[in-house]
């Protein structure tokens, strides 16, 4: 078996048991609509400037809920040591990492598909206009945050306190995404295209997907066997 078919059956074998026990989507899920909702009744703003901090709002959600997801992608490896029969096969670690991410981009995609028409019917938004390159935005920031969000959970899969530290570990690294996101996702919203400054950030999106999943690619063995 190569490493992108061990990779895919990873992916399957997470998306089987996730779609039957529905931990990590009802959970993430559930809190995005919450979170939506709050924020709906405690911000009181005209329509400008609910326009103006519509992608910033909607990307932290989505960071959040990214969170709740990528924190089980090697936890549910824990019990019975399942992790330590993975890293013995003869599938290479970066498979078992990219099938983890994979499995991660899904399960949030899913959420994101949930609640983004939660997020237009309280906001008033009109997320449909541009929404081809909505979609593009959408699936260039939730690779990042999944890969990365993997990444830190392979390295605090055996930390006690895991649920805390991956937050701690993962929002700083996710500066640069969400900023670029935000922005793109706000100038969509507004009926602009994605040209100028909107270009540019778009290129941030794709430049951070590309370096950190070849250096999480590139050091995930040594994450998960050191």
């Known amino acids: ?108 995609m899913i959420v994101e598909a949930i609640s983004l028409p939660v997020f237009g019917l309280f906001y008033n938004i009109r997320w449909m206009q541009n929404f081809p390159q909505l979609l593009v935005v959408i699936l260039l920031a939730t690779w990042g945050i999944t890969v990365v969000g993997t990444a830190f959970s392979a390295v605090t899969v055996n930390v006690r306190l895991r649920e805390l530290m991956l937050p701690v570990l993962l929002y700083p690294v996710l500066i640069p995404l969400l900023i670029g996101a935000m922005g793109t996702t706000t100038a969509l919203f507004a009926g602009e295209s994605l040209a100028g400054d909107n270009a540019s950030s778009l290129r941030l999106l794709v430049g951070f997907d590309a370096i950190y999943t070849a250096l999480a690619v590139y050091l995930i063995e040594y994450v998960l066997i050191v």
């Open 1 to 108: 078996m190569s490493g992108l078919q061990a990779a895919w059956a990873i992916a399957r074998k997470d998306l089987r048991t996730e779609l039957r026990t529905k931990e990590s989507i009802n959970a993430a899920a559930s809190f995005a609509l919450v979170i939506l909702v709050l924020f709906s009744f405690a911000f009181d703003l005209g329509r400008e400037e609910l326009y103006a901090i519509s992608g910033g709002l909607l990307w932290l959600v989505y960071s959040f809920a990214g969170a709740l997801i990528v924190n089980r992608g090697f936890a549910r490896e824990v019990p019975n040591d399942c992790l330590d029969v993975l890293l013995a096969s003869p599938a290479p670690a970066w498979s078992l990492f990219v099938g983890k991410a994979v499995s991660a981009f899904f399960l949030l």
